[in-house]
Each structure stands twice: as structure tokens, then as C-alpha cells.
């Protein structure tokens, strides 16, 4: 083996780890040798890295013999299941699941927040990357944090369909067809409810669907499963990891999930409380020197955070930084990022990247 390393991407064909291996091609990480899993299905399948036709294989217990980095993104139920045999093997296994991520022995990294939990690396062989939703939020979080600490967060977030995966994807793009055909064909008889109340499998004539109701034009306050509180999973994911990552287990935080009809791009409007004053102009000076952050904030311009924007870069983008006028310590932000990108891909090569050093 030469200098590099070898790498496994775990759910290769999908949003994430198609977006994997675009970033590890682009930030040029050392690999010497690459292996594509993912289900049966996708075998036959070829998959381009720098050039070369690799073939998919199987997701199976042998298949990360000589393995150094293994990048998982093949559903939580699969992390469950081969992670460990990945570590077992002796690689170190960078997982975008849920599945790992409040195993005390697993650490939970945003680079820019909190590198040195990965020495805890060994523990496990598990590193966890975190939700979507909870990394752009914390690295804008962290230098403000470091300065006047945080008490109380509450967020409502505006999340991208992508998130979903693939097949979300095409889900919102078939209803909007659908939609502008209709408008089309029924001209002046067009009602734009003409869509709601009917089911879009039997529109479609098949019956798939990545959400319980249409996502087009609409806005569903439901992302992953419900739990006993009356929060759903992802919204407890933004509580619980920001704890973790944030290591004060006694933030308090109240999150709002929300499905946009957004393809790319997750945007949340978030309430910071903290235990001291902290001032917009302080605030903004911070957020100008923080890693991984770009400030647009001129709304006198019209500028301000977009998720077309932050569609297929690696910066969070934040702004509409303002004081709350309800709360003497606290601040209100619009923070924007690319979920597939420094939501999930760019975060696990950046994790690589520090086991690498
Ligand atoms: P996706 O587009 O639906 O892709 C799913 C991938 O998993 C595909 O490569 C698929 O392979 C593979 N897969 C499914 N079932 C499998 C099986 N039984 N054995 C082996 N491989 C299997 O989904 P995605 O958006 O890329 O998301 C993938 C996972 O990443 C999610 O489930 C989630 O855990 C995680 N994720 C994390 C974040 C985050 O917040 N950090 C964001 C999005 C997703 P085939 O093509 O062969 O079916
Ligand atoms: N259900 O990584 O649907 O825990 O957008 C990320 C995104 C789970 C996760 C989504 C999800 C995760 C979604």
C-alpha cells in the first residue's frame, strides 16, 4: 500500500454516498484503494471514482477485510448490523445513521465544534456523524457558545427532501410534473388544489410514497418517526446531539422539524438564550472568523441565507442576526447549509481527514 488509505463507502449508490465520493474526489483524500456496498440490487451497477469503473458489491460481513476508513450510509438498521463487523475487521467506521450517535463510546463529530472526541475513535471503531439539522446548527452555535454559554435554544427547521433520500427526490419532482400537467390540459378549469386530497399513487398509478401526504406545495410538521413525548425522532435528535456535541448536558432546547418542498438544503430559524448578553455586532464579528461559516446579512440589499445558495458548497451560511426583542439575552438567526453536503458527505470526509492526520 502506498501513502493512502483504503476506503469503503456503505450505501455508495445513494444521495449521501453518491455525494461521498464526489467530495472525497474533490478534497483529494488520500485513497489508495476504493470499495463501493450497497444492496443487492445495485450489484452489476458501475460506479465512476477518478475515472475508473468500479463495480458495486454486496453489503456483507466480509466485505471490509483490509479496510481502513468505512463510510456508512446505508440506513440505521445496516449501521447496526455491519458496522460492527467493519470495526471488527479493523477499519474505522465514520457512520451517517442515528444508529450510533448517543453510544456513550462513540464519539459524535462536527470538525469544526468538537475534533478532539475522536480520540475516543478506538473505543467502538465507531465514529458517529450527526443529523443533518444538528451540525449546521452547532457550528454556528460553538463560537457564540464559547463566549456568553447558552441556556435555552428553540428552533423550527425547513428541511430539503433530499434528507430523505433518492426517492424523495423524484417524489417531488413527479408531483410538480404532475401538477404542471395538469395545469396545462384543464387550462382555465385548473384549481391549484386540484392536486390535495387525492392520493398520488393512484394519480401515479403506482404506489409509492417517500411521505404520508404530498409534498409539493406544502409544508408537513413530520420528519422520521413520532415518539411518546409528542416530538418526533428528528427533533430529538436536535436535542439530544447538540448536548452531546456541545458537551452541556444542560442546554435546554425545543425543536420544530418541518418538510419543505425544497430539493437541496435545510434552513432553520433559530432563538438562542444566553447566560450572558451577548450583542448583534459581537455576535456578527464571531460568526465572521468561524470556521466553516459565511455571514450574508444585509437586508437592506435583500441578502440573507438561501437554500439555493447553499446548494452544493460546504459552508453554513447564516444571517437575519437580530436581538430578540422578547428576551434581553437573547439573539434570533437564520442559519442555511447544503444537508447532503456539510450535512452528511463533506462532515464524514472532514471526520476522515482528522483520522487521517
Ligand atoms: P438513499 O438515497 O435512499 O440511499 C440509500 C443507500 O443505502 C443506497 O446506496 C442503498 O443501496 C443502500 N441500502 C439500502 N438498503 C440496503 C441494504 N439492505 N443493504 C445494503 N445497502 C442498502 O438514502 P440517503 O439519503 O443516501 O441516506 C442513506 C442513509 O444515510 C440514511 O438512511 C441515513 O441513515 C443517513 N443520512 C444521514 C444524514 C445526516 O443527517 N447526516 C442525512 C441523510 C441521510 P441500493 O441503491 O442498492 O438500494
Ligand atoms: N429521517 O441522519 O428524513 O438521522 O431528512 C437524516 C435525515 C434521518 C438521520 C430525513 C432522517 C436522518 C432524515
Redesign the pocket.
Known sequence: MGKGFSVAVAGATGAVGQMMIRVLEERNFPVDEIRFLASERSVGKKLRFRGEEIPVQKLDHNSFNGVDIALFSAGGSRSLEFAPSAAKAGATVID???AWRMDPDVPLVVPEVNPHAIKDASKKGIIANP??STIQMVVVLKPLYDRARINRIVVSTY?AVS??GLKAIRELEDEIILWADRRKSEGDNWSPKALSGVAYGEVKGYDYSAYPHQIAFNCLPH??VFTENGYTK?EM?MVNETRKILEDPDIRVSATCVRVPVFYGHSEAVNIEFERQISVDEARGLLEKALGVKVIDDVQNNLYPLALDAEDQDLTLVGRIRQDISNENGLDLWIVADNIRKGAATNAVQIAELLAK
Open positions: 451517517n445513521s442515528s443529523n443533518c428541511q434528507g430523505t420528519i422520521d428528528e435528535k
